[in-house]
T-cell receptor, first 114, second 112 residues
Framework: GNSVTQMEGPVTLSEEAFLTINCTYT??????LFWYVQYPGEGLQLLLK?????DKGSNKGFEATYRKETTSFHLEKGSVQVSDSAVYFC?????????????FGKGTLLTVNP | SAVISQKPSRDICQRGTSLTIQCQVD?????MFWYRQQPGQSLTLIAT?????????ESGFVIDKFPISRPNLTFSTLTVSNMSPEDSSIYLC?????????FGPGTRLTVL
């Protein structure tokens, strides 16, 4: 079945540091890939997505590129801010059938210190 | 974007009892799902809530344990029945609106 493996946290960075959160997946076919973010006390929000190989999703300075050859979708940001402190989830959509059934990674807690 | 509210936001329950979680959306949506996030684990899809018909459950989840209602396009309930400590989790409702999936704030359940 489908699975998502993401970097275990917690990750602690200083403001303006470079961020990478690794995510790899296992799926048959060509799933869509997502990064969701959960800020403290809030619900999950879609951060970015990519629907086919070599697509780059980007939002709020975050980027991730759909790499089919390495089955990866690593999240990056060049300069993190304190406000980026949150839990980040990598996810993929089910291949076939409903395109909205999501398989999630375990989440990575990011803390950015001033 | 769809705005989703859940009630209760959290609860502490005794084993053997049942809890019903409500999910309310501010617009009519076709697709609605229930997820569970166990401590330290990823989110797992429980079922798809179908309006006017029985929910579609994922492997490992059954209707007797997690009965779901979906009386209309803006509302759904998930009941966690005959609870045990293993049911302690965050339960999230999600909907698809304009091809994007939105999540509610979650219900944090602790079973003693």
């Amino acid at each position: 079945g489908n699975s998502v493996t993401q970097m275990e946290g917690p990750v602690t960075l200083s403001e303006e540091a470079f961020l990478t959160i690794n995510c790899t997946y296992t799926a048959t076919g060509y799933p869509s890939l997502f990064w969701y973010v959960q800020y403290p006390g809030e619900g999950l929000q879609l951060l970015l997505k990519a629907t086919k190989a070599d697509d780059k999703g980007s939002n709020k300075g975050f980027e991730a590129t759909y790499r089919k050859e390495t089955t990866s979708f690593h999240l990056e940001k060049g300069s993190v801010q304190v406000s980026d402190s949150a839990v980040y989830f990598c996810a993929l959509s089910q291949v076939g059938g409903s395109n909205y059934k999501l398989t999630f990674g375990k989440g990575t807690l990011l803390t950015v210190n001033p | 974007s769809a705005v989703i509210s859940q009630k209760p936001s959290r609860d502490i329950c005794q084993r053997g009892t049942s809890l019903t979680i409500q999910c309310q959306v501010d617009s009519q949506v076709t697709m609605m799902f229930w997820y569970r996030q166990q401590p330290g684990q990823s989110l797992t899809l429980i079922a798809t809530a179908n309006q006017g018909s029985e929910a579609t459950y994922e492997s490992g989840f059954v209707i007797d344990k997690f009965p779901i209602s979906r009386p209309n396009l803006t509302f759904s309930t998930l009941t966690v029945s005959n609870m045990s400590p293993e049911d302690s989790s965050i339960y999230l409702c999600s909907v698809v609106d304009y091809n994007e999936q939105f999540f509610g704030p979650g219900t944090r359940l602790t079973v003693l």
